[in-house]
């Protein structure tokens, strides 16, 4: 497994039903499978 380095943890996130205002706050502290989906359209 691994861990999402501090720098993009702490990015600020903007988008619809978001609680967080960074990464960190809206993934919490329980560990989490974060995907990250591409569109190369």
Do not use: A, C, W, Y
Request: hydrophobic residues 35%.
């Amino acid at each position: 497994m691994k861990t999402i380095p501090e720098t993009i943890i702490n990015q600020p996130i903007s988008g619809l039903n978001l609680t967080g205002h960074t990464l960190g706050e809206q993934l919490g502290s329980d560990p989490t499978l974060l995907v990250f989906l591409r569109h190369f359209g």
